[in-house]
C-alpha cells in the first residue's frame, strides 16, 4: 500500500495564480484532511471532509477550496495565489471511529508563492 | 492561549540521557491525547497515545495529569535517531478534530 500520495512535492507560484494539490489515500479511510505547517505555528487545518460527499471548514480555510472527489481522493485549491500562502501542506486521512484516531498524513508539497 | 502549547525547544541532550518534554492544554482539545514524531522535512507519525493511567513503549513513557491540564512525554537513554520534533495533540472532543502543538525539538548528540 502505498498510503497517502501527495503531487506536486514542490511547487512554486506567482502571486495571483491559481493551482491544485492533489492527495489520494489506499487505506480505505473515510476521513481526509488539509493542513498547512509554518514555522513556529504548528500544524493547522485547512479544511476536512468527514467522509465522501462532505466537507467543512477548518481553522485557516480562507483563500482555498476544497473537493472531496470519491473516497480516495481529496484536493486542495489555491484560486489566487498569496505570498501568505507560502507553507508546506499536508494531506492526511483516518478511519474516525478506529481505536485510536490516528492520523497518516502525506510527505507533503512545499509552495512558494513570489 | 493557544489550544496546545509546547516550549519549542531546542532540547540539545548527550546519548543515554533522559529528557523530559510537557506540554498543556485548553479544555477544547481534551478528549484524548497523542504524540506524534516528526522528522526534518518528513511527515508527522504517530509515536504513540496518551492514557489517563499513563503508559510505556520501550523508552517512551507518557503521562496525562487533567488536574493540571498537562501531558507529558519522557524518553529515556536517548539515541540519535531520536532526534527530532515531537508533537503534543489533543483531540477535540467537540469537533472531533486533531489539534497541535507547534512542537518540541530533540537533538541528541554523540
Known amino acids: 500500500n502505498a498510503g497517502v500520495t501527495q503531487t506536486p512535492k514542490f511547487q512554486v507560484l506567482k502571486t495571483g495564480q491559481s493551482m491544485t494539490l492533489q492527495c489520494a489515500q489506499d487505506?480505505?479511510?473515510?476521513?481526509m484532511y488539509w493542513y498547512r505547517q509554518d514555522p513556529g505555528m504548528g500544524l493547522r487545518l485547512i479544511y476536512y471532509s468527514a467522509s465522501e460527499g462532505t466537507t467543512d471548514k477548518g481553522e485557516v480555510p480562507n483563500g482555498y477550496n476544497v473537493s472531496r472527489l470519491n473516497k480516495r481522493e481529496f484536493s486542495l485549491r489555491l484560486e489566487s495565489a498569496a505570498p501568505s500562502q507560502t507553507s508546506v501542506y499536508f494531506c492526511a486521512s483516518s478511519q474516525r471511529g478506529s481505536r485510536s484516531y490516528e492520523q497518516y498524513f502525506g510527505p507533503g508539497t512545499r509552495l512558494t508563492v513570489t | 492561549r493557544k489550544e496546545v502549547e509546547q516550549d519549542p525547544g531546542p532540547f540539545n541532550v548527550p546519548e543515554g540521557a533522559t529528557v523530559a518534554f510537557n506540554c498543556t492544554y485548553s479544555n477544547s482539545a481534551s478528549q484524548s491525547f497523542f504524540w506524534y514524531r516528526q522528522d526534518c522535512r518528513k511527515e508527522p507519525k504517530l509515536l504513540m497515545s496518551v492514557y489517563s493511567s499513563g503508559n510505556e513503549d520501550g523508552r517512551f513513557t507518557a503521562q496525562l495529569n487533567r488536574a493540571s491540564q498537562y501531558i507529558s512525554l519522557l524518553i529515556r537513554d536517548s539515541k540519535l535517531s531520536d532526534s527530532a520534533t515531537y508533537l503534543c495533540v489533543g483531540l477535540s472532543g467537540n469537533t472531533g478534530k486533531l489539534i497541535f502543538g507547534q512542537g518540541t525539538t530533540l537533538q541528541v548528540k554523540p
Open positions: 487505506m480505505n479511510h473515510n476521513s
